[in-house]
T-cell receptor, first 109, second 113 residues
Framework: GQSLEQPSEVTAVEGAIVQINCTYQTSGFYGLSWYQQHDGGAPTFLSY????GLEETGRFSSFLSRSDSYGYLLLQELQMKDSASYFCAVKGSQGNLIFGKGTKLSVKP | DAGVTQSPTHLIKTRGQQVTLRCSPKSGHDTVSWYQQALGQGPQFIFQYYEEEERQRGNFPDRFSGHQFPNYSSELNVNALLLGDSALYLC????????????FGDGTRLSIL
């Protein structure tokens, strides 16, 4: 089977740093993606890691360790607009995305 | 540059009816995937189209079918609608070589009465 685990909720204050972890169990691994989704909106692509290491895109960074079946999304200098749900997703062999249940991030003033 | 567009945005149907949802991919993308998202859950993969053929299918019954046209746009058809089909249906497009970076449309909210 295939499964992804991520925390259901995380709360942080404006200006802080938050890390959202994702562990996965899949038959075959081809990459880990992260998506942001605001209430009522569409998922927005944030990052994709196919190889081990850290990928940085502005205030967001994503990390992957294939040997540990683990990745995380790091959000720095949190802003109120970062309040949203964040999903990790594993890419299957044919390119389909298998999503976790999502982490709801609440940023407080 | 238009992103992924879906129509309609909202739809209300009754049990047993049939529905067709439409998707135009982002310019330059040739692969279209469809996902179903229930409230409070992550998107679930339905199927993927490339070169007008269904390339992979998730765990959805045959009531769910699709099509891709030569201009890469796509349709999702659902027959014999059930109450449990109520969900947000998302279309995502990508280029074949960048399937890890799929771009989503705003979705069609389907309600079954």
């Amino acid at each position: 089977g295939q499964s992804l685990e991520q925390p259901s909720e995380v709360t942080a204050v404006e200006g802080a740093i938050v890390q959202i972890n994702c562990t996965y169990q899949t038959s075959g691994f081809y990459g880990l993606s992260w998506y942001q989704q605001h209430d009522g909106g569409a998922p927005t692509f944030l990052s994709y890691n196919a190889l081990d290491g850290l990928e940085e895109t502005g205030r967001f960074s994503s990390f992957l360790s294939r040997s540990d079946s683990y990745g995380y999304l790091l959000l720095q200098e949190l802003q109120m607009k970062d309040s949203a749900s964040y999903f990790c997703a594993v890419k299957g062999s044919q390119g389909n995305l298998i999503f976790g249940k999502g982490t709801k991030l609440s940023v407080k003033p | 540059d238009a992103g992924v567009t879906q129509s309609p945005t909202h739809l209300i149907k009754t049990r047993g009816q049939q529905v067709t949802l439409r998707c135009s991919p982002k310019s330059g993308h040739d692969t279209v995937s469809w996902y179903q998202q229930a409230l409070g859950q992550g998107p679930q993969f339905i199927f993927q189209y490339y070169e007008e053929e269904e390339r992979q299918r998730g765990n959805f019954p045959d009531r769910f079918s699709g099509h891709q046209f030569p201009n890469y746009s796509s349709e999702l058809n659902v027959n014999a609608l059930l109450l449990g089909d109520s969900a947000l249906y998302l279309c995502a497009s990508s280029s074949r070589g960048k399937l890890g970076a799929q771009h989503f449309g705003d979705g069609t909210r389907l309600s079954i009465l």
